[in-house]
């Protein structure tokens, strides 16, 4: 099993930068896992943010590329979403997401293990 836990998300103003990370663990968990961001505001699917390969290779959202950068420092096991330029509509839960393997699926069926998400809401 893999258990992974967001944390970092809070109240963010416009133009403001935030840092997510997610903390993996459990036995089965490696750096050969594909690790992703995805996110759902109020009432919508769930989107896909961005994606890296254990060899850090990357893929991002149209919405995000420019503002957001993923990383991930094997040797922690941890992820991280960088994101800056925040705009109102960058308010979701953000969840991370992996799975075995090297596809950088932007779909969440893509993924076999979650995170229970991290609220990230943009102050008026």
């Known amino acids: 099993q893999v258990q992974l836990v967001e944390s970092g998300g809070g109240l963010v103003q416009a133009g403001g930068s935030l840092r997510l990370s997610c903390a993996a663990s459990g036995r089965s968990f490696s750096g050969y896992f594909t690790v992703a961001w995805f996110r759902q505001a109020p009432g919508k699917e769930r989107d896909f943010v961005a994606a890296i390969r254990s060899g850090g290779s990357t893929n991002y959202a149209d919405s995000v590329k420019g503002r957001f950068t993923i990383s991930r420092d094997n040797a922690k096991n941890t992820i991280y979403l960088q994101m800056g330029g925040l705009k109102p509509e960058d308010t979701a839960v953000y969840y991370c997401?992996?799975?075995?393997?090297?596809?950088?699926?932007?779909?969440?069926?893509?993924?076999?293990?979650w995170g229970q998400g991290t609220q990230v809401t943009f102050a008026s």
């Open positions: 997401a992996a799975n075995r393997g090297v596809v950088l699926s932007t779909i969440p069926d893509g993924y076999e293990y």
